[in-house]
């Protein structure tokens, strides 16, 4: 939504020089749409994965980062680990990806909504697909306090996810973990997208952001609340000065988040994801930055290399390392698959 308030005199015409790379770095949607290209790619090979187990199909490698759409049971393994229950053996890939957007939040604010979460994108893609249809009718813009009360609730939300988790016995949470349902819950609910039901939900979430922008991603998502906790205390942010500034209001119309920046010295607002739009439409040299420790300037085109390549090092680390890849066989895995389990009505995840 907010790339395409971005003026176009910043898109080079020559192919493939360095400014061009760099100017397909600063397009956020790009970098958004290659993660939920990839995230697609993924569910495709736990498919075929699932296809084998069942004989259906030559051997095809599990993809454990496709760990991220198991939010409830990988936090619930997290937090098990916080509370000294050990890490997990079986399905660590779930807890890597946790501690990367962690890690991420505390540097780079909540950029891990802002560059790479797949389900995000596909909300900020039906928002951006409402302003090219309805132009400046679209997002339909709230009432502020419908917009508070929003905001507000996704945090009483996230309070009693957290709270939910926490009580859970650490003995449960970490039997949790070896219930075979745990190891094939992904592929139930890749296969569970396909459900009528779950296609009209997501049909009508499509159409609501359609006509008021990522409207889970700014109300609901306990998950982008969680890390919006980590994400104010970033080491890096935006930050204004206030001597140079020409209050033209150009920020505060490009954030896609509805922050107040115009107003702000430093952005510390939960709801910031990091996304660089306002630093990169304001006019003035110098005056709305994205800061590191020190108050080094990082550059918009260098801001999402920054994150994607943390997030790629922390993956490569966690490969290295052997905490990434599943503890559970082979054999395990197809005798679960062939079980009958996935085929059970189960309410829940
Ligand atoms: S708020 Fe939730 S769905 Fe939206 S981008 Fe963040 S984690 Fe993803
Ligand atoms: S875009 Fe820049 S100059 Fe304009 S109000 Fe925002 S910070 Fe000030
Ligand atoms: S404050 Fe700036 S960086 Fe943060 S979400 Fe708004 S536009 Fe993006």
New binding site residues.
């Given amino acids: 939504m907010g790339d395409a308030r971005v003026p176009d005199s910043e898109s080079p015409k020559d192919p493939w020089t360095f400014a061009r790379i760099r100017d397909l770095a600063t397009r956020r949607m790009v970098v958004k749409w290659a993660f939920l290209a990839f995230f697609v790619w993924l569910c495709v090979r736990l498919l075929q994965f699932d296809a084998w187990a069942r004989g259906q199909g030559p051997y095809v490698p599990r993809p454990e980062a496709v760990a991220g759409i198991l939010p409830v049971g990988h936090f619930t393994s997290f937090f098990a680990w916080i509370r000294g229950g050990g890490w997990d053996p079986l399905l660590p890939a779930g807890l890597v990806i946790i501690i990367a957007a962690i890690t991420i939040s505390l540097l780079f604010k909540r950029a891990l909504c802002g560059w790479i979460c797949p389900v995000g994108t596909v909300w900020e893609s039906a928002a951006l697909l409402g302003r090219k249809l309805f132009g400046r009718f679209a997002p339909v813009r709230v009432p502020r306090w419908l917009d508070l009360f929003g905001r507000g609730f996704r945090y009483v939300l996230t309070a009693a996810v957290l709270a939910v988790l926490l009580l859970v016995p650490l003995s449960e949470a970490i039997g949790f973990r070896s219930l075979p349902y745990m190891w094939v819950a992904d592929i139930k609910i890749v296969e569970g997208l396909a459900n009528p039901v779950m296609l009209g939900l997501i049909v009508f979430a499509f159409g609501l952001s359609v006509a008021f922008g990522p409207v889970w991603c700014r109300y609901l998502c306990p998950v982008g609340g969680f890390y919006s906790l980590f994400g104010m205390a970033s080491v890096c942010t935006v930050k204004?000065d206030s001597e140079s500034?020409?209050?033209?209001?150009?920020?505060?119309r490009s954030c896609h988040a509805l922050v107040d920046?115009?107003h702000s010295a430093t952005v510390r607002a939960p709801e910031c994801d990091g996304c660089m739009d306002?630093v990169r439409?304001?006019?003035?040299d110098g005056?709305?930055e994205a800061k590191g420790p020190r108050g080094v300037t990082i550059k918009p085109w260098v801001w999402p290399l920054l994150v994607v390549g943390l997030w790629l090092a922390i993956y490569g680390g966690a490969k290295l390392t052997h905490t990434w890849d599943t503890g559970v066989t082979l054999d395990q895995f197809r005798s679960t698959i062939t079980s009958g389990l996935l085929e059970q009505k189960t309410r829940g995840f």
């Fill in positions: 204004r500034c020409i209050d033209c209001s150009q920020c505060n920046v115009q306002c439409v304001c006019p003035v005056c709305l």
